[in-house]
DNA sequence: AGAAAGCGAGAGCGGTGCTCTCTCTTCGAG
DNA sequence: CTCGAAGAGAGAGCACCGCTCTCGCTTTCT
């Protein structure tokens, strides 16, 4: 686990490679994920853009490089909120989860879209990007977890078809080890999961305009009451 | 309303605008949005990219028939799969809906993530698109109207704050003439809404991959709960 | 010290949206 | 019926894009 870089060269790559997506990240929450142009940010990095080619062979690999960059930064938000919480504090946890990632969203909307808008064109996001994208939803998980622990068991979850139960295992497996939660319930919180999201985007895509006049009311609203459908107060 | 256009001139213009529209909406399947190239389709209709202007303005006003297209087509779905239940079966008009909703998507992933999607860089879908929109929506606000008139209420709707109350009035508004559902009601509708589009982008963009091995199941599970939960069954 | 690898610049390829000009056709009013 | 106006297509061109390749120069390794 070499930290310092041996020679220069290896030094200056870091730093170049370190400017590049720097520069690239601030273009991308400007102009958005589609319209980010390597030439611009070679442009400003200071280099011709043939150059930026040394550092990343594609400009797909300088979006995956930020897909992995906005998940880390949103995961981040996310845990910082979840842990100002009491551990026991289910429903707390879960409203500042809720309100972290809004927060964020709202802050960040390109990079928002990018993580969990439509994916790009002809690009599609490698399975190095996985892990990063996991963090956003072990936060909730755990959140789940606590809260199957305490007793605290969602309401009218309703029970499973065989496929489902079957077709949760993968969820089931994230779980940390040792945890468990029934697979009804983990289906409600999924569900609670969908809806934060659905809710989110419809709103930040501009479907509810119009509709919902006072978008932090209805998101409070709907944190409320995933609270009571999920037991949690 | 003059259905036959009066000269040869007219009369070829709206068959090239067809042509090309119909051409870019195949494009939009084949390729998404993104990729969308106003000069490959004149390529392929015929004629030189200049040519095309003289038909749509620009690039977006393409993108906006396309997506006031599509959102015709994904509403007259809606509809047919709604009128084919008992208008009293507001369950099965529910399932249907989601139902209808998910296969069209499904078919037409690239329409869907137009429509749904993070929206296009440089692009703001004008109000035109609006009234098709709503089109969408409308199918389930009916299905909740219904459903109230019949007495088949949500079960454990959260009393609303006053100021989701008064945010809601946009929705309430779109009511049709003589209907009402309560508030909290309403908002319990509009968080199913919510789910069904948040479970299916996160379904289609890939984000269940791995945890839900089996998307038909969970959809239908989802329905299944929703059902429960708006009190049709 | 010399070979090898890394790196930046530049030119270039094929693509994009869009504009402008030129020519030809069609239309409608006198 | 004529003639000017308007509509339509073609082509060239502008500025941009991602990406490739070559050519020198520098750093590194042997």
Redesign the pocket.
Known sequence: MTTAP?????R??EE?TRAIQQTARRHLGEVGPAA?????IA?EV??????V???F????ELLTALIIESYDELGAALETADSSCAPQDAAGRLGAYAHALRRWAREHPHEYALLYGSPVPGYAAPPTTIPAALRVSAVILRIAEQAHRAGRHPAAARPLSEAETAGVAGVRSALADGQHVDDAHLVRWLQAWSLLFGQLSLELFGHLRGGILDDDAHWAQTIEQLQHDLGLQ
Chains 1, 2 share one sequence.
Do not use: E, F, H, Q
Not at 6 to 10: D, M, P, Q, V, W
Not at 57 to 60: E, L, Q, W
């Open positions: 041996r020679t220069a060269r290896a200056a790559r170049i980010l142009s390597l030439r611009a442009r200071g280099m011709v853009s043939s150059a080619y040394r550092y062979p594609s400009r797909d």
